[in-house]
């Protein structure tokens, strides 16, 4: 766990900064900043409510360029109140806000407008369209606003909506579209402004959930294409999971935990968050990489079929995966397989070898693993870029990922899969030859006669 307010990643190298919050705080009321004063001696929200209401209490936090970053709450918890801090629609009583080194808090009012109209767009919950305007000419407005000659705007304007699939109803007006297609237009918006910061404010919480979702995966497309810096507000945790890079987790205006959807949901910094944690969907949060253990079952393809079957029958395992020079992997072998070839004295495990039934990478969410791993005789291997074997997802893990038990266990007793061939007559097998030649004719028949 860390500290609630504080922001362990942003800082480390290399990592460029568009938006620097520090202990940010905004109270509403007749008297904000002796209420933000006395705030920071350590009073409570309740004991300065006399002087005003805080909405938002020492916020310290960094937005990495190119990364979704959401705020998540209740209501009453201060999102929204922080979202409109950062581009200055909301003062700030105390604290600082930067935007790409570019100090908002008590900047001239001209000044805030041009870093909104070149760095920021917004998006809001309830679309904020111009009804006696076309489609075409709400998505071109921020350009308008910008200074871009018609054409020029139009056209940008006409390739966005077609981007979030609208093209077709340009020249309509909003009240002919439904919530779901009035929202797309707010992208569109948005994005054919070009800014290169967008703020969302509950964008999709109006919306349909299957509409919602279709939106939500949009704007994971068009982010991880365009490499744009997000800023987006919820009240609704599996859109938080779904959507963020990482998380900050609001409660009556404070901070409670900032990290990874995985930081928060396998090490909830305190109940509160653990409480709000408890019901969401971990096969949708949890990646392969979260959840995977050290391969054993593995051979090099220099090795043996006496190796191989060695290591099957210790290991109590019908099969194994191969690897080659750097652990990258090529393909599975089978017990019976490498029986046959210890008893026809065969020495290249690569004439049994067979295609690994289930790889994936580790960014696979684990929703993804539960059929393969079904149909899979092994555990689902995880390979990286190169195709190295990195980890292996066994079912018993699978299904305690789903729990709120550790995702990394100890020792699992139970070998997946089990042994296709007894353990005795691989014994009997192996001590009936050896490197290089066939079983003698008795020893041999008898181990054949022995299997099913």
Not at 146 to 156: D, K, T
Not at 314 to 324: E, G, I, K, P, R
Not at 374 to 381: K, R, T
Not at 384 to 400: H, M
Request: charged share 25%.
């Amino acid at each position: 766990m860390f500290d609630h307010n504080v922001d362990q990643q942003a800082d480390s190298e290399g990592d460029e900064i568009a938006i620097s919050v520090t202990h940010a705080t905004k109270v509403f009321g007749r008297r904000p900043k002796e209420a933000a004063k006395r705030l920071k001696q350590g009073a409570t929200r309740d004991e300065v409510k006399p002087l005003g209401t805080a909405a938002v209490i020492d916020a310290s936090f960094d937005v990495r360029v190119g990364e979704i970053f959401v705020v998540m709450g209740l209501s009453g918890s201060g999102k929204s109140t922080l979202i409109r801090m950062l581009n200055g629609l909301g003062e700030t009583t105390d604290g600082a806000i930067s935007v790409f080194g570019s100090e908002i808090v008590g900047t001239a009012p001209a000044e805030l407008r041009e870093i909104r109209r070149t760095k920021m767009a917004m998006v809001f919950q309830h679309f904020a369209l111009l009804p006696h305007r076309t489609v075409l000419d709400n998505a071109a407005y921020g350009l308008e606003i910008q200074g871009v000659p018609l054409e020029e705007r139009r056209a940008r304007a006409q390739q966005w909506l077609e981007r979030v699939g609208l093209a077709t109803w340009s020249d309509s007006f909003p009240s002919e579209l439904s919530g779901g297609m009035q929202q797309r237009v707010g992208i569109a918006r948005a994005f054919a402004a070009d800014t290169q910061i967008l703020l969302m404010d509950e964008a999709f919480s109006a919306l349909d959930p299957l509409i919602r979702r279709e939106m939500q995966e949009l704007l994971v497309e068009l982010q991880q294409e365009l490499g744009k810096t997000i800023v987006f507000i919820t009240h609704d945790l599996n859109e938080a999971m779904f959507l963020g890079d990482r998380i900050a987790v609001m409660r009556d205006g404070r901070i409670m935990q900032l990290g990874t959807p995985n930081d928060i949901l396998t090490d909830p910094a305190n109940d509160y968050v653990a409480q709000f944690v408890q019901d969401v969907d971990r096969a949708r949060v949890l990646t392969a990489g979260d959840v995977m253990e050290p391969p054993r079952a593995v051979v090099p393809t220099s090795a043996g079929p006496r190796a191989a079957l060695r290591m099957m029958r210790d290991l109590q395992t019908s099969a194994c995966f191969v690897t080659s020079s750097g652990r990258k992997l090529v393909g599975v072998v089978r017990d019976k397989d490498m029986l046959r070839l210890v008893r026809e004295g065969g020495s290249n495990i690569s004439d049994a070898l067979k295609p690994t039934p289930s790889i994936v990478s580790p960014e696979q969410y684990i929703a993804e693993l539960f059929e393969l791993s079904v149909e899979s005789p092994l555990p689902v291997a995880v390979v990286d870029e190169q195709n190295r074997l990195i980890g292996v997802v066994p079912r018993v893990t699978l299904l305690a990922s789903l729990t709120n038990l550790p995702t990394m266990t100890t020792e699992i007793p139970i070998i997946e899969p089990t042994p296709d061939v007894p353990r005795a007559i691989i014994t009997a097998t192996l001590d009936a030859t050896t490197d290089g030649n066939a079983a003698p004719g008795g020893s041999s028949s008898l181990a054949e006669g022995s299997i099913a």
